[in-house]
């Protein structure tokens, strides 16, 4: 009945048609329907660092099972202040500029609700992870998009125009969304670079937005730098970290927001109320993550580089022009020589009848035509998994 229909299509509010489901978890879905060796979302398929796991255990044993603290489990905040500290050299209060959530995902929502008024803008470089989008609209906010350029050679970096970046900060301009290392591009930002989004942060008084999730998975010599710690930017910075890439337990749902009391009051007062607060007895093991001495981290970052390298060396001899990336465990891919009419067509084909499922590149796009071939593996994944991956895409060539 039609005017049934009108009705119930009056119960969804006008907030959620600006945007679509997430692409990325649909092709987990299609993965599974179709039987695909899934390099499309990125969740690791080998197994969590056992100590971890044991930590986990006993935290439920011992009875660790009611609500951690809204802002997180005192121990985990205190691990999270001693690693910000070790590794970038930032001082934090675990007491007052700390917030644990449901994974970094909930913190970037949480914190995009807790800072932007209607009307605000935030600054995204592009191709961008999927969240960032809905997140800024869901809060209010008009995204602005900046474009990352793909290298012109292979083994190039990806790099953005500065005249574009300083053209997209104006009045209206709240925050900028920085994800490095970076998911899709693989890329990593650079102080000079970091120094140049500094500038215009400090400039336009805007804060930055940074989701360092990659933070210790780097390739090639690279070095992650949290804006944070650039002169200037601690009171003007919100860093993102969680467990779930560092200790591969993404369906943990452990994540952290670090910024100066009066904006991580406001975060905790947007998360307290979506969420309560994250998993109890796995922030307690999350505690014993962060404890883990430097030598995992090295291991962590060797071992995603070999996958890396058999993973470029499949996806190039299945005819694939790839991006190297320099952190982080996602592939781009050019897939022009193929001469499918688009991103989309090419997955849903590679996915029914080749077996594996990746990610159409438009969907890291606000424009779809800007990533129309261009498309997204993952390797975080077993060897036989990358093994199996490319004795299908051999027919692929065909
Ligand atoms: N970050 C992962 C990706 O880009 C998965 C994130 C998610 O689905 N929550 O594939």
Redo the contacts with the bound molecule.
Sequence with gaps: MPEADLQVKNFVSGRVENFTE?V??EM?RLALLHGAVNL????PDFPAPELIKRAAQDAVAKDVNQYAITWGAKNLRDAIARQMQQWQGITVDPEREVTVCC?S?EVMISTLLAVCNPGDEVVIFEPF???YGPDSRLSGAKPRFVKLRPPAAPGGEWTFDEKELRAAFDCHTKAVILNTPN??TGKVFTRQELELIRDLCVEFNVLAITDE?YEHILYDGARHISIASLDGMRERTVTINGL??TYSV?GWRVGWAVAVPEITNAIRKVHDFLTVGAPAPLQDAGAAALALPSSYYLQLAEGYRLRRDRLMSVLTDAGLRCFQPRGAY?IMTDISGFGFADDVVFTQYLVKEIGVAA?PGSSFYHDPRSGAQQVRF?FCKRDETLDEAARRLRKLQG
């Design positions: 997430s990325i978890r987990t499309s979302q990125g969740f994974g995902t992870y999927e969240n998911n899709p999730i779930s890439k993404t996602y990610v993952t």
